[in-house]
């Protein structure tokens, strides 16, 4: 019996000094394309959505919102097992206001490309963006080496000021938090008409691969149902408020039977109600069509 130990006693040491390497907290990274990675956020991790990697010929490109300390730390480790270039410039897709704790912690030397909506929201926090800026209005096209990474600015959707970001070399888009698929997310900073409006031009690119804010990685189908999860939501807000009901009568009434055990649904239902609630309010004081809103 010694004389086993003694033999088995030098393996045991070894994989004992072997570096352990911690489990994924807060995304689970995927390979998407050539070029690109999917940082899928897990749902009892801290990060509040995914993110986009995108390796280019000399350094990595970070795509993303709702970054925290813990998980960008993560980040930049998972990203050091893919490539050895380093993280040099980050597409902040949107912040919002009243968020000190996140998307104010990113690399130091790290360059930050934004909507000029959402560096106003940034910009109001106590916290100071430590980070090079660079703002643009509509649109801005990165060519790095041979990738063409083009952001657009879609105005008012989620936030207002979402940037989504398309790689054509290999067909893939980044929507940040315009699309969950297959959740229910936060939508109580939304605005509710440019949404939908937003998540129909998305769907007409119809893009082979698809990274959404929230959810599992899928191909413009998945903005198919989004849509059509959108466009019910709204439609049953709008019943109740074309009924004449005030809000607490209108979240008793609410009812999408198809889409309440989805994850978030529960979480989220006062917040996304409120938010629509108002503003289909606010059209009808304004006189405006009520119809349009969930065409």
């Avoid at 952001?151 to 969950?180: Q, W």
């Avoid at 989805?262 to 917040?271: A, C, D, I, M, R």
Wanted: hydrophobic share 45%.
């Amino acid at each position: 019996m010694m004389k086993k130990l003694n033999i088995l006693f030098p393996f045991l040491l070894f994989f004992l000094m072997l570096p352990r390497i911690a489990p994924a907290a807060h995304y689970e990274m995927k390979k998407v394309s050539d070029s690109v990675y999917a940082a899928v956020a897990l749902p009892a991790g801290k990060a509040g959505s995914n993110a986009m990697v995108i390796i280019s010929d000399n350094h990595v490109i970070l795509a993303g919102s709702h970054f925290v300390p813990e998980a960008v730390k993560e980040l930049l480790a998972e990203v050091s097992q893919i490539t050895s270039f380093p993280v040099k410039e980050v597409i902040l897709t949107h912040h919002h206001s009243g968020y000190n704790y996140i998307d104010l912690d990113l690399p130091v030397n790290a360059s930050i490309f934004t909507s000029w909506q959402t560096w106003q929201s940034l910009n109001s926090e106590y916290r100071r963006v430590k980070n090079p800026v660079t703002i643009f209005e509509n649109a801005l096209t990165l060519q790095r080496g041979q990738l063409s990474i083009v952001l657009s600015n879609t105005g008012k959707g989620h936030s207002a000021g979402d940037v989504v970001v398309y790689i054509p070399n290999e067909d893939v888009l980044f929507t940040s938090d315009l699309l969950f698929n297959g959740v229910v997310g936060y939508m109580g900073n939304g605005y509710m008409r440019d949404w939908v409006m937003n998540l129909e031009m998305l769907e007409s690119l119809t893009a082979a691969t698809v990274i959404p804010g929230v959810g599992s990685v899928t191909d413009s189908g998945g903005i198919s149902a989004f849509l059509v999860f959108m466009r019910e939501f709204l439609t049953e807000v709008l019943r109740h408020v074309e009924k004449g009901e005030n809000l607490a009568q209108t979240k008793k009434g609410f009812s999408l039977p198809a889409y309440q055990q989805l994850p978030g649904y529960k979480t989220f239902f006062n917040v996304n109600i409120e938010r629509a609630y108002g503003e289909f309010k606010s059209d009808q004081t304004n006189g405006k069509a009520s119809g349009a809103s969930a065409r």
